[in-house]
């Protein structure tokens, strides 16, 4: 059974976990830490039986930083070894999950005062906000991800995954409009493929088809304004 206690430990006796795969940026540490400041450390750490981070090692850090000798911690018991590391990956994979409404979120940032800290909320730009007319559908269905969405697919600063239900799901409305899903053929690509081939030592007679949701969303980055495309319009979708 599984089991957890709120409780306060030194920061000190909290254990990172050392194959962590979160990649944490300098930046991370400095607007948690500020957050911290403004508005105290609200999330508690969770740790397992042995007090090993199963989430949290960025706050740990900010509190590291802030100077800060004890933690709120939500420690777990019972867990199996798979669900620690599952949830390690979870914790962080939902979250990048969910977009932002920015019409709301440009409201609430009125509201607010973050003093001289730097959160990079830029809303200053058209690009945030569009100009509101001839504006198409979201092509993910989402309607939490706002203007950018739909002007962009994927924002240009945001990490593009290509793994994810929306996008494979867009994939599938192309695959249903092309009328071949085969990669160009290997005289098209000359000696690159061959050499390719030496160094992996295989036989390549082609590639796979180039991912159509990649090629929109680098024709909406990238097109200039008034710019023209072969490919479908959006409303063919």
């Known amino acids: 059974m599984i089991t957890k206690e709120l409780m306060k430990l030194p ?59 004890t933690a709120d911690v939500v420690r777990y018991t019972g867990l199996t070894e798979e669900q620690k590391q599952k949830y390690r990956i979870l914790a962080n994979k939902t979250g990048e999950m969910s977009g932002w409404d920015f019409d709301k979120l440009e409201q609430e940032l009125a509201e607010v005062d973050f003093g001289e800290f730097d959160f990079d909320f830029d809303l200053s730009a058209e690009s ?31 990490v593009i995954d290509c793994c994810s239900g929306t996008w494979q799901k867009r994939k599938n409305k192309w695959n249903e409009i092309l009328s071949s899903k085969e990669g160009r053929d290997t005289a098209l690509l000359g000696k690159g493929l061959d050499r390719l081939a030496q160094v992996t030592s295989k036989t390549l007679s082609g590639t796979s088809m180039f991912d159509p949701v990649l090629a929109e969303t680098m024709l909406a980055w990238f097109c200039p304004e008034g710019g023209m495309s072969l490919i479908r319009s959006l409303e063919a979708l």
């Open 128 to 158: 945030m906000t569009g100009s509101g007319e001839g504006k198409q559908e979201n092509p993910y269905g989402n309607k939490t991800s706002g203007a950018l969405a739909e002007k962009y697919i994927a924002p240009p600063f945001s």
């Open 11 to 69: 920061v000190a006796d909290l254990v990172p976990y050392e194959n962590n795969p979160r990649v944490i940026s300098p930046e991370a540490v400095d607007a948690c830490a500020e957050s911290m400041r403004q508005c105290s450390a609200l999330d508690p750490i969770e740790v397992d039986e042995n007090n090993v981070i199963l989430s949290g090692h960025t706050r740990r850090l900010a509190m590291m930083q802030l100077g800060m000798e």
